[in-house]
């Protein structure tokens, strides 16, 4: 039987990290962890660890997720170059990969995310946003969109002829594009995950 145990080790394993040093990442005492297979962690203690590793506490003690946005299991994905969310930078053609962790996600790359644009979306700065390419998205889904040779991620509509883009940021403002500036906009595919990543 899989123990929560387990499932950190996998997790840690990972990203090369022993669970002494998960341990002293998470500022948890010598041991912590491994006194988890004869006693229930905390409730806070197993949340730090879930965050940390961008899961549910679900999937660490074995049950299975159920949410709109899925955590990661370990794979590598190509990950694009530079990402800025809440700004824009030059799309490289370059890609380096990224080694995911959780449950698998049905993506074609993943995009670092800078910024605090999509906070509300639990996109923040750091986070890495797993993409599905794909030339649609339902109205209100969470996108990355090129804008000329530079990408972010945002809400995307379309409305009376007229793309917009939202951020999940009241302090942002809206980004509308329409007339021939509805040729600078490109969509690249949903965000289907995001995990975690605290450095």
Known sequence: MTTIVDHIKEL?????????????????GNGTIGRWKKSSPSVDKLDKVAEYFGVSIDYLI??????????????????????????SVEI?????SYSAAGAEPDCDFCIRVRGDSMINARLRDGNIAFIKQ??????????AVAIDDKITIKRFYIRND?????????????????????KRVRLLGKVVAFQSVIV
């Open 162 to 182: 007229a793309v917009i883009l939202l951020s999940d940021n009241p302090s942002c403002p809206p980004h509308i594009y329409e007339g021939e500036d509805l």
């Open 12 to 28: 840690a394993a990972g990203r090369g990290l022993t669970i002494q040093a998960l341990e002293g990442k998470l500022g948890f």
């Open 92 to 96: 490289k053609e370059e890609y380096g």
């Open 62 to 87: 074995g049950k299975t997720y159920s949410g709109d946005i899925a955590p990661v299991n370990i794979r590598k994905i190509p990950l694009l170059s530079e990402y800025l969310c809440g700004g």
């Open 134 to 143: 794909q030339k649609m998205v339902e109205n209100g889904a969470v996108a």
